[in-house]
Structures are given as C-alpha cells and as structure tokens.
C-alpha cells in the first residue's frame, strides 16, 4: 500500500479544521498511520521546505511553519498520494475546486491550510523527515474489504 504525509499547517490548526479534514481523508477510504501535534523547529522547517531554498519566499515559509503547531500525519491507501492532493485542492486556493479543502476554506497561498507529498518518492522522503519508523502503526482496518476490491 502506498503512504503519503499530510501536515496539517498552523492556520488549519487556528482555525478548527484538524477534524473536518481528517474526516475527508478516512471517509475516502484511507487508513491513519500516524499523527503527532507538534511544534516545528526551525532545523526541520527548513529540512522540509529545502527544494524551496532559493526562492524568494522559503523564508517566508519557515517562518509560517514555525509560528505555531502542526498537525502531521501519515495516510495510507491505493493511490493516496495522488488522491490526497485532489481532496486538498490545488497551492492557491482561489484556483482550488469548490468541494476540495483548498476550495472550501482557502482565499491565500500563505495561508493555504495544509501540505500534502506531491510524489510517492517525495512522500517517503518526508515520512522519514518527520517520523521514526517506531511512530508509523501498520493495521488493517475492519472496513477495508468494502473500500478494496
């Protein structure tokens, strides 16, 4: 099965919203892992956001990362990266679908709600960043034989 890492960033958390998206993904079909509340440090902000170290906004976005907790998680499923990343809507969220995270509670990219892995590569990279293998719970939910052929 494929695992992707979903963190749920300080605005989410400002704004009540850890449930209503953790409800999205488990009514989808796909399995918790892991989750943690945790306040990011400066060193992991950056570790996270280092493809972004060149543009003019990575500073901006260790800053943001860092102002308060995060909610992050790891989710399992078929095809959960990419089917994650289409719940969430897309970065900006005047451009995300109605009926996406994005979509439904978003208005600025600065303060787009969430981060979701955009490759399977990408999400084992960051589930290492941000997990010890010992945090992630594999187990087989009852509901599994009616989501899964």
């Known amino acids: 099965m494929e695992r992707t890492f979903i963190m749920i960033k300080p605005d ?9 998206i953790i409800q999205r993904l488990e009514n989808k079909g796909f399995t918790l892992v892991s989750l943690k509340l945790m306040k990011v440090s400066r060193e992991l902000a950056e570790q ?17 990362i860092t102002s308060g907790p995060v909610v992050a998680s790891v989710w399992e499923g078929e095809g959960v990266v990419a089917a994650a990343r289409k719940i969430i809507g897309t970065t900006n969220p005047l451009n995300a679908e ?3 995270i994005r979509g439904d509670y978003g208005i600025s990219i600065g303060r787009n709600l969430i981060h979701a892995s955009d490759a399977v590569e990408t999400a084992q990279q960051e589930i290492k960043l941000w ?10 939910p009852s509901l599994k034989s009616w989501i899964y052929e």
């Open 98 to 100: 109605p009926g996406t």
């Open 131 to 140: 997990f010890r293998e010992e945090e992630l719970v594999s187990w087989e």
């Open 12 to 20: 989410g958390l400002q704004r009540s919203l850890v449930g209503e």
């Open 48 to 64: 996270h956001y280092d493809v972004h170290r060149d543009k003019p906004f990575f500073g901006n976005l260790v800053e943001f």
